[in-house]
Each structure stands twice: as C-alpha cells, then as structure tokens.
Nanobody, 124 residues
Framework: QVHLVESGGGLVQAGESLTLSCAAS????????MGWFRQAPGKERDYVAA????????RYADSVKGRFTISRDNAKNTVYLQMNSLNVEDTAVYYC?????????????????WGQGTQVTVSS
C-alpha cells in the first residue's frame, strides 16, 4: 500500500514557474514508477510525465515537453514536477500516482495509487 500526498499547487501568472511535490509512504518507494497527471474541469484525466523507479528514465506528454521536468529523490520518498513557462492551458488539478512496476507508464489505468490532487491555476 502506498499513500501519496501532493503539495505545491497555487495561483500563478502566465510565464511563471511552480514546483509540485508528492510525498509517498512506504519503504519500497524506489520499486514504484511515478507519474503526474492532470484534470481540467469537464475533461478527462491526462498524463503529464512519468519517471522510472530508479529515476533514470523519464517520459513527457508533448504538451509539456521542454517546459516541465519530473524528478525524484528516493531517499526522501518524494517525486517532483518542476513546471516552467506556465500558460492558462496548464490550469488543472494535478495528481501524482504510483504504479507497482519500475517502468514509467503513461496510462491512467496503469497506476495503482493516487494522491488527492493539488490545484494549479494559471492566470493570463
């Protein structure tokens, strides 16, 4: 069982940056690949980025490639999402998720554990 808690969301202006954190419980954090997803009002939950258990492999959605960076600190049981050059289309609730494989996966259905989400609002 993995318990995930996101933090770091907030209100920013377009062009600014924000870093999200996700703290995980458990002693086997490095065996879980982690992902960040987001859901805007009235839309489906979409994949944003994923990172392997070791942190050596990362994947990004095309919409955030070059602007967002996913990373993890296995000693702190924490995964991060650094978001730069934010725009209004990035406004959503952001969720972190864990999957019981070490590979960075992109499907919502591939993830077993989810956090409660943190709101990110970007104003123009």
């Amino acid at each position: 069982q993995v318990h995930l808690v996101e933090s770091g969301g907030g209100l920013v202006q377009a062009g600014e940056s924000l870093t999200l954190s996700c703290a995980a419980s458990g002693r086997t954090f490095s065996t879980y690949a982690m992902g960040w997803f987001r859901q805007a009002p009235g839309k489906e939950r979409d994949y944003v980025a994923a990172i392997s258990g070791s942190g050596g492999s990362t994947r990004y959605a095309d919409s955030v490639k070059g602007r967002f960076t996913i990373s993890r600190d296995n000693a702190k049981n924490t995964v991060y999402l650094q978001m730069n050059s934010l725009n209004v289309e990035d406004t959503a609730v952001y969720y972190c998720a864990a999957t019981g494989t070490p590979l960075p996966l992109v499907r919502v259905s591939s993830y077993d554990y989810w956090g409660q989400g943190t709101q990110v609002t970007v104003s123009s």
